[in-house]
């Protein structure tokens, strides 16, 4: 890319090139960098894990964005329900304000995972060390409540930058990715949302939800019902990945 900007610079000045030329390898740049930085199964700053990658009829569940009061404890209720394990990627501020409600996703049997600290509009905008900051916030207070420390990070908005992947790397933390993506926050029916999943799923998918839109559960008793229905085990994060979940 360099070479190319370099050639074309000579290009302008001794060929009289029409200098708007140089914009292209600029456009060219930023296409990839825009799209590369905002898919993280792309790969491009950091490798995330996106699939389970096995012929096994096994999926798991995620939840981000938690923990989020009364409509956590509804999607726990229809987990039990189906006696299906969940992954929760949690926000640390938030599990901060409810320590109660971590502990007793950890006591069902499901896996906390982090989130973030703050999850932040201007989350991808730090550097380096604040990002390892917001890492270890969130990983300190999973721990200090339920006594063990998550090894799972997704980055919030899906969005993979080369301070992200240096934080990442520096706090010795997996990240996750998904590979199916309902959009559950803005669709938020239950129906159209599941009948997403279920068009895209095949064994070894990662599929992510939120445990703070209001029909999360609704919209988990019906998928739970497709899969049962399809042989499809439900399964925690690290056994879908054969990997742990904590230090
Ligand atoms: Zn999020």
Same mark, same amino acid.
Request: proline share 5%; aromatic share 10%; glycine share 6%.
């Given at each position: 890319?360099?070479v190319?900007? $370099?050639a074309?610079l000579? /290009? $302008?000045?001794?060929?009289?090139?029409?200098?708007? %030329?140089?914009?292209?390898?600029?456009?060219?740049?930023?296409?990839?960098?825009?799209?590369?930085? &905002? @898919?993280?199964?792309?790969?491009?700053?950091? %490798?995330?894990?996106?699939?389970?990658?096995?012929k096994?009829?096994?999926?798991?569940?995620?939840? !981000?964005d938690?923990?989020?009061?009364?409509?956590?404890?509804? $999607?726990?209720?229809?987990?039990?329900?189906?006696?299906? &394990?969940?992954?929760?990627?949690?926000?640390?501020?938030?599990?901060?304000? *409810?320590?109660?409600?971590?502990?007793? %996703? #950890?006591?069902?049997?499901?896996?906390?995972?982090?989130?973030?600290?703050?999850?932040?509009?201007?989350?991808?905008?730090?550097?380096?060390? @604040?990002?390892? +900051?917001?890492? !270890?916030?969130?990983?300190?207070?999973? +721990?200090?409540?339920?006594?063990?420390?998550?090894?799972?990070?997704?980055?919030?908005?899906?969005?993979?930058?080369?301070?992200?992947?240096?934080?990442?790397?520096?706090?010795? @933390?997996?990240?996750? /990715?998904? *590979?199916?993506?309902?959009? *559950?926050?803005?669709?938020?029916?239950? +129906?159209?949302i599941?009948?997403?999943?279920?068009?895209? %799923?095949?064994? /070894?998918?990662?599929?992510?939800?939120? #445990?703070?839109?209001?029909?999360? !559960?609704?919209?988990?008793?019906?998928?739970?019902?497709?899969?049962?229905?399809?042989?499809?085990?439900? $399964?925690?994060? *690290?056994?879908?990945?054969?990997?742990?979940?904590?230090?």
């Open positions: 890319m360099v190319l900007l $370099v074309l000579a /290009g $302008v000045y001794f060929l009289k090139y029409n200098p708007w %030329i140089l914009l292209i390898p600029c456009f060219v740049f930023l296409f990839i960098e825009v799209s590369g930085a &905002s @898919m993280l199964a792309a790969n491009f700053h950091f %490798i995330s894990t996106c699939t389970g990658g096995t096994e009829k096994k999926v798991a569940l995620t939840f !981000d938690g923990p989020h009061g009364a409509e956590t404890e509804k $999607v726990l209720t229809v987990l039990k329900k189906h006696e299906a &394990s969940a992954t929760f990627f949690c926000i640390g501020k938030k599990a901060e304000q *409810d320590r109660e409600l971590i502990l007793k %996703i #950890d006591k069902a049997g499901h896996l906390i995972a982090n989130h973030s600290y703050t999850h932040s509009f201007f989350f991808n905008l730090q550097n380096t060390k @604040m990002l390892q +900051e917001e890492i !270890d916030k969130t990983n300190a207070c999973i +721990e200090g409540i339920i006594g063990k420390k998550p090894l799972f990070f997704r980055p919030p908005y899906g969005v993979a930058t080369p301070a992200l992947g240096r934080a990442i790397k520096n706090t010795n @933390m997996s990240s996750i /990715g998904w *590979d199916i993506r309902p959009f *559950d926050t803005s669709i938020q029916n239950p +129906e159209k599941v009948k997403k999943i279920t068009n895209e %799923i095949k064994p /070894g998918s990662i599929i992510l939800l939120h #445990d703070r839109i209001r029909n999360s !559960d609704k919209t988990v008793d019906l998928l739970l019902q497709f899969l049962s229905k399809n042989n499809y085990q439900v $399964v925690s994060l *690290d056994n879908l990945l054969n990997t742990p979940a904590y230090a």
